[in-house]
């Protein structure tokens, strides 16, 4: 039996460069899976339906709560955004480690239904760069980076619920801080109980002298 994926949940920002790490994380190393969410938001200029998310009308995703169809789902600045289960269960007994992309609340709710989720965040070195990344990046008009704004300050209170905090300062440098964590998360000794247990019968029956 292959060994379960370990599940991580990516936090950040609006503006952190979160994205580009989770494309660049999972292009470069073939274990990781990186769930696709569902959201009623419009699509922005050049994502493309089931690459960045699927996107739903308010009544088809209200249906996939109604249906258990998510692990996780929350509101974000006036829409919804939702983890679909099947996928995710399907990597992870298939031994990838799956990534979700979400924010806190969804984050929190992960971790409240499965414990050994592991948590990270990600942050631009200051709440200046934060700001000048979000004007730079021009998806957005004013009135909506303000939001994101405040709701970055709303999402800093939770940061200490997280496992490890990621300082996006070199992009290339983050990516290998977050696939050594995961590697090293691998490594738990809580996580290899099968190992622990299968070591300490084969030695329960050495020292017996079988
Ligand atoms: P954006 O609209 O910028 O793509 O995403 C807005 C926020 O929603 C980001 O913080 C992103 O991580 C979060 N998000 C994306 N998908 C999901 C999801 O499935 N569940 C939750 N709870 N948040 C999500």
């Known amino acids: 039996m292959k060994e379960r994926g370990i599940l991580t949940v990516v936090s950040g920002f609006a503006g952190s460069g979160k994205g580009t790490l989770m494309r660049e994380l999972t292009s470069r190393y073939d274990n990781y899976a990186l769930s696709v969410s569902a959201t009623t938001r419009d699509p922005r200029p050049g994502e493309k339906e089931g690459r960045e998310y699927f996107f739903k009308s308010t009544e088809e995703f209200k249906e996939m709560i109604e249906t258990d169809a998510f692990i996780e789902y929350a509101q974000y600045v006036n829409h919804y955004y939702g ?11 298939d031994g990838k480690d799956v990534i979700l992309e979400i924010e806190i609340q969804g984050a929190l709710q992960v971790k ?9 965040f990600v942050t ?9 990344r ?7 008009t004013m009135p909506v980076i303000e939001a994101r704004l405040s709701r970055a300050a709303e999402e800093a209170e939770g940061i200490g619920a997280y496992d490890y905090l990621i300082i996006n300062d070199q992009i290339e440098e983050c990516v290998n801080m977050m696939h050594h ?4 998360e691998h490594m738990r000794a809580s996580r290899n109980i099968d190992f622990i247990n299968k070591m300490k019968e084969g030695l329960r029956s050495l020292s017996k002298g079988e």
């Open 181 to 184: 964590i995961i590697r090293n």
């Open 134 to 140: 979000l004007v730079g990046r021009g998806t957005e």
């Open 112 to 120: 409240k239904k499965f414990p050994e989720t592991l948590l990270l």
């Open 124 to 132: 631009p070195p200051s709440a200046e760069i934060l700001k000048k």
């Open 83 to 93: 983890t679909p289960r099947e996928y995710v269960e399907a990597q992870l007994m």
